[in-house]
């Protein structure tokens, strides 16, 4: 896989991912989820060790028959709400302050962080405006702006993008999922979602390291 086409790989997994994290999931995501194209980019960015996580997701979906589909999908929609929305406790918030901050409370220093993030690389995201700018769904949403920004300007390297990418990897995307894949495995019926958070982060790790490859090669 060159380059610029790896690059578009990563903005696929990251367009995925950040779609499965930011609403109450539909059938056409479980769809996309496990289609071969999904399979095919995950089995070529991520390596054997990490691919185990995707494994499991894979067969936990494909030992459903049609109509256990539906139900499967209709119980996830509701642990989604549960554990993401509320209108009571949530189990498992889905924003960064909450587990950087000292108070663990929305609207937090690391939420006026990422704004000036994405705003330092020209970006307004989707999302922005509807849910605080910490949302894992928008954090994910910058980092396929920032891939598929790579790809555009391939074959040409822009080391500032890829620089930008990998900070926000280190400062903020794996500062805090570990802490949200660990509340995740405390909640109750929340398998589906621990399974999709562990592939997650296997993604953001291989990233990590590939950029960080990338920088140093391209010095």
Known sequence: MDFASDMVARAYC??????????????????????????????????EGERESYARYRDLWASF????????????????????????????????SVYVSDDGLLFQESTLEVRRVYASCGLALE????????????????????SLRLAEGA???????????????????????????QRLGEAEGAEFFVLLCELLLALLRTDKESLDSLLQQRA
Request: no cysteine; proline share 5%; aromatic share 14%.
């Open 155 to 181: 074959p040409s390297f822009d080391a500032e993008t890829a620089k930008a990418q990998r900070d926000f990897l280190e400062a903020h995307l794996l500062k805090w999922v570990p802490r949200f894949a």
């Open 127 to 146: 999302g922005q405006g509807n849910e605080a700018d910490d949302h894992l769904a928008i954090e994910l949403d910058f980092m396929r702006r920032l």
């Open 65 to 96: 028959a049609d109509d256990e589909r539906a139900a499967f999908v209709s119980d996830q929609r509701g642990v989604y709400a549960r554990l993401f929305e509320g209108p009571s406790f949530l189990e498992a918030p889905i924003w960064e």
């Open 14 to 47: 990251y367009q995925v991912f950040g779609s499965a994290f930011a609403a109450e999931p539909e059938r056409e995501l479980f769809d996309v989820l496990f289609s071969k194209e999904t399979r095919a980019v995950f089995d070529a960015l991520l390596p």
